[in-house]
């Protein structure tokens, strides 16, 4: 596609269920980022994936948290056992590569957690 | 640690200069990057400076850099309207690809 394209764009579930998150690069970019914001925040990072290895998954913040890659294109960001806290719009970029200039964001998927 | 610091609201009149300024501590970060963000939308990459350069300018956007002081600005003149949104600043480490945002500035522009 011509752009980042990340599904679904909102989703609602309840505490303690599983989510799947879906990322669906610029065609061709070997780097792909997820970040996550909360209001009135910046994108904070969670991992970034060069090709189907993940590079750096420094920022996710415990086990409950999980990204894979496998076949170096589309990306999903699963997280069991959600809690309130996990609210937030989950981000997506690609790049061409890791070292490059340029992110190109997704538009994002807003997770409610009642 | 990486930290990126940006100041909350700006608020200026149409045809005003804006400046939005930013400071970071990574004194190892390769590039500077100037990201915007509409009410809904994904952020948009307005420009980025690689750490050797002072200065870059776009049309009606200037980027300064002082690697002394760990600071950066962004400039935009001649503001309009739709300039409104919200501007984050971010670094690229020299180590690996993460980019690292601050909280973003809330660029309000009065007719």
């Known amino acids: 596609g011509a752009g980042v394209s990340q599904t679904p764009s909102n989703k609602v579930t309840e505490k303690g269920k599983y989510v799947e998150l879906r990322c669906d690069p610029i065609s061709g970019h070997t780097a792909l980022y997820w970040y996550r914001q909360s209001l009135g925040q910046g994108p904070e990072f969670l991992i970034y994936f060069q090709g189907t290895g993940a590079a750096d998954d420094s920022g996710l913040p415990n086990d409950r948290f999980f990204a894979v890659r496998p076949e170096g294109s589309v990306s999903t960001l699963k997280i069991q056992r959600t809690e309130r806290g996990d609210s937030a719009v989950y981000l997506c970029?690609?790049?061409?590569?890791?070292?490059?200039?340029?992110?190109?964001f997704g538009e994002g998927s807003r997770l409610t957690v009642l | 640690g990486e930290d990126v610091e940006q100041s909350l609201f700006l608020s200026v009149r149409e045809g005003d200069s804006s400046v939005i300024n930013c400071t970071y501590t990574d004194s190892s970060s390769t590039y500077l990057y100037w990201y915007k963000q509409e009410p809904g939308a994904g952020l948009q990459l307005l420009t980025y400076?690689?750490?050797?350069?002072d200065m870059k300018q776009d049309q009606r956007l200037t980027v300064l850099l002082n690697k002394k002081d760990k600071h950066l600005s962004l400039r935009i003149a001649d503001t309009q309207t739709g300039d409104s949104a919200i501007y984050f600043c971010a670094e690229r480490a020299n180590q690996g690809g993460k980019l690292i945002f601050g909280q973003g500035t809330e660029l309000s522009v009065k007719p």
């Open positions: 400076i690689f750490s050797n350069m």
């Open positions: 970029a690609s790049a061409e590569g890791a070292q490059t200039g340029e992110l190109f």
